[in-house]
């Protein structure tokens, strides 16, 4: 199989709805507790139309299998202008087959190509996923949030990884 | 209060020298299992992707259907790549086979074939989740070539990414990167596309020969399905293999070898899996069409109804004979002894034609198997 990236525009929306709703399934991760609609997070993907903070798409075989996304930290305070937040999602069928790296080394370019210096990525404690192939590619655990949050009746808590760059 | 879960540690480090490098076969099978895990190693491909047309390959990803595909292809003998195991456990995968198995690439624009030379092909990698980011694929690399000095094959070729400079990275996996084949020994052997490379490693040229079976399907003796000898040579690594009418007649493709070499490895190859004992001789398909074009018959002012032969020799013969020798009852004549081989005429007396391959053993004291003059027209021919 071949894998490509390229910038989403609001028309794949649905494919991204569709791997977002998959982590939300798994309740590792977003913390929303029934699926989302496209309407749904229409106004969530307008950040994503800005340039600097785009949504990559990694595409095998025509079909969207991930996606990473760049968004403000503290959006519209000029002092966090060279920060920025990632979140990265991998449909179900193409876990741990390396997409989340390309992702992230894909991201991570283009934010050092934008000028941004620092990168956060705030997780579950429990997406063992993430923070595996986040501290493989040297973020750092800055902090940690306890009982933050509640998902089926378990207490979860927030962990802030990142790097400079 | 510290996260309920920490991250294991990424994975064992692999010492490089303990990591061993085998085909995939019903005996590793369960390795493979386990290393392409649920999803088959991503998407449920169990690397078909490049073996099956779109459609097929999208309709095999449910109900286990990619997997079975490649049970089955296993099963058969058929090669399909090479694990890496380490501590028992396979830790890495490379599709490795005769390029043509791979329609995706033979359907390619990028990289369609850029001569005939038999190439097997290298179209997609896959590491462990766990032993990621180890430096390994320069020693996957360098196993896949120690395999394949190993096994006769001749030219290994692959499509790596070259990530383009100053821009977003492109992405690589499955597929490799450049440098690690570039590492290993590989160079470009064509770029039709700049930053995805044709890349080769040439470990011997390779040729075409034609392997002779002697006496088998006659008087109901050893008697050798056509089919199942193409099977046997093609699983045996040996590429393009045809066989050619039941007398026992394979045309195949493997890097260049002394033919008294491949002579032993194919009679080897039939005592070990059929069980028989045949006498293999063998031509280079070079040699064979020389033959043809000097073939002596066509000089020959025969008359009555004749035949034309030709006997393979198992080596030079040290008896002095004049030529042309007929045998006793004048129904065959040697018409010329060339090296290892005899051109013989065959003819009718009484209706009958005699047949040439006791004739010859008996008067030059070598093994010696006869095939009809149009096989041998054929042969070249195909």
């Not at chain 1, 202008?81 to 991201?107: F, K, P, V, W």
């Not at chain 2, 790549?81 to 690439?105: E, M, N, T």
Request: some cysteine.
């Amino acid at each position: 199989m071949e894998i490509s990236i390229r910038r989403a525009s609001a028309d794949d929306l649905p494919a991204i709805v569709e791997i977002l709703n998959h982590g939300i399934k798994t309740r590792h991760s977003v913390g929303y507790f029934s699926a989302q609609t496209v309407p749904d997070m229409q106004d969530w993907f307008k950040i994503h139309l800005d340039k600097r903070f785009p949504l990559f798409l990694a595409e095998t075989e025509n079909k969207t299998t991930g996606w990473i996304s760049m968004s403000p930290y503290r959006k519209g305070r000029e002092a966090f202008n060279r920060t920025g937040e990632i979140s990265a999602y991998i449909h179900e069928e193409y876990q741990r087959c390396g997409i989340g790296q390309i992702l992230l080394d894909y991201m991570l370019a283009f934010a050092k190509a934008s000028g941004f210096k620092t990168i956060l990525a705030v997780v579950f404690n429990r997406n063992l996923a993430s923070i595996q192939l986040l501290e493989k590619n040297k973020f750092e655990k800055l902090g940690f949030i306890p009982e933050v949050a509640e998902i089926d009746g378990v207490i979860l808590n927030h962990l802030f990884y990142g790097t400079r760059i | 209060m510290e996260p309920a879960f920490k991250p294991g540690v990424a994975g064992e480090m692999v010492i490089p020298g303990e990591l061993t490098f085998e085909a995939l076969s019903k005996s590793n099978w369960n390795q493979f299992v386990g290393l392409f895990g649920e999803k088959g190693a991503c998407g449920n491909c169990w690397c078909m992707a490049f073996r099956l047309k779109k459609a097929d390959f999208e309709v095999g990803k449910a109900n286990d259907g990619n997997k079975n595909l490649m049970k089955q292809l296993v099963w058969n003998n058929q090669p399909t790549g090479i694990l890496g195991i380490w501590k028992g456990k396979a830790v890495s995968w490379c599709a490795f086979a005769p390029r043509d198995v791979f329609r995706r690439l033979e359907n390619s624009r990028v990289h369609k074939r850029i001569d005939d030379k038999p190439v097997w092909s290298i179209p997609c990698f896959f590491i462990g989740k766990e032993f990621r980011k180890q430096g390994l694929s320069v020693i996957i690399l360098e196993g896949i070539i120690d395999y394949a000095r190993k096994n006769n094959i001749g030219i290994i070729e692959a499509y790596p990414v070259i990530p383009t400079k100053g821009k977003l990275p492109d992405p690589f996996v499955w597929t490799g990167l450049f440098k690690s084949f570039a590492r290993a020994g590989f160079q470009i052997a064509d770029q039709t596309s700049k930053n995805r490379p044709m890349v080769r490693y040439v470990l011997k040229e390779s040729s075409k020969f034609v392997a002779f079976l002697r006496g088998i399907n006659v008087g109901g003796r050893k008697i050798i399905k056509m089919e199942e000898l193409n099977h046997l040579l093609t699983s045996a690594g040996y590429m393009e293999v045809h066989t050619l009418i039941q007398s026992g007649n394979v045309i195949f493709t493997t890097a260049e070898k002394p033919v008294p070499e491949l002579e032993n490895d194919l009679e080897a190859l039939l005592k070990l899996n059929l069980g028989l004992d045949v006498r293999v001789l063998i031509r280079s398909m070079d040699e064979l069409k020389r033959m043809a074009r000097s073939q002596p018959f066509s000089e020959l002012k025969i008359q009555g109804r004749s035949k034309f032969y030709l006997s393979l020799l198992s080596s030079h013969s040290n008896v002095k004979i004049s030529l042309p020798l007929f045998s006793a009852n004048k129904d065959l004549e040697v018409t010329r002894i060339d090296g290892r081989q005899a051109y013989i005429v065959s003819h009718e007396i009484n209706g009958r034609f005699g047949f040439p391959n006791n004739f010859i053993e008996e008067i030059l004291g070598v093994e010696a198997t006869t095939r009809n003059w149009n096989t041998i027209e054929k042969l070249v021919k195909v």
